[in-house]
């Protein structure tokens, strides 16, 4: 399996190169030849993201935990992030509504990610959501995209 992005939780084909996303150190290469390279880190150490490949080959990081990467104890993020695999870098983009770790994405066909459910924290406790997110790699931005049904 080669040129493959990997983390906790999600495992994508990317067209170009391999990436493995360890909380704040992201490592590029060839999986299948064990051959990796460091790349550019992270704006925001975290852990419990999601990484969701687009459509133009570039990688959309969302929510997870952060200082100190501690479910339960630290709190989640908003924030989102861009890898760009041909320039090694990463760059913000729009934060979500919600703060969120150990959530789904989702590809949809008209190339915008779909984001739900996961944990929150509020009042210094975990709190479990039903609520999703659409974002738009176009614009950068975020939408609600209504409460699942449970």
């Known amino acids: 399996m080669k040129n493959q992005i990997v ?3 999600t495992t994508l084909q990317l067209p170009m190169c ?3 996303v ?3 150190l992201a490592i590029v290469g060839d999986i299948r030849a064990q ?3 460091n790349t550019g880190s992270l704006n925001i150490a975290r852990g419990y993201q999601t990484a969701t490949l687009l459509r133009n080959g570039t990688v959309l990081a969302a929510g997870g935990v952060t200082n100190g990467v501690v479910p339960g104890i630290n709190p989640p993020t908003a924030s ?3 890898y760009d695999p041909v320039s ?3 760059k913000n983009t729009g934060a979500m509504a919600l703060a969120r770790y150990d ?8 190339g915008k990610v779909l984001v739900a459910d996961g944990v929150g924290f509020n009042n210094n406790s975990n709190v479990i959501l039903a609520s999703a997110e659409l974002y738009d790699p ?3 931005l975020w939408s609600v995209a209504g409460t699942p049904h449970q």
Request: net charge neutral.
């Open 7 to 9: 983390t906790s939780k």
């Open 18 to 20: 391999g990436l493995l």
């Open 22 to 24: 360890i909380v704040f």
């Open 35 to 37: 051959s990796f390279t």
């Open 80 to 82: 989102a992030e861009i």
């Open 88 to 90: 090694g870098t990463w």
């Open 103 to 110: 959530h789904t994405a989702t590809l949809l066909p008209n």
């Open 138 to 140: 176009v614009s950068g």
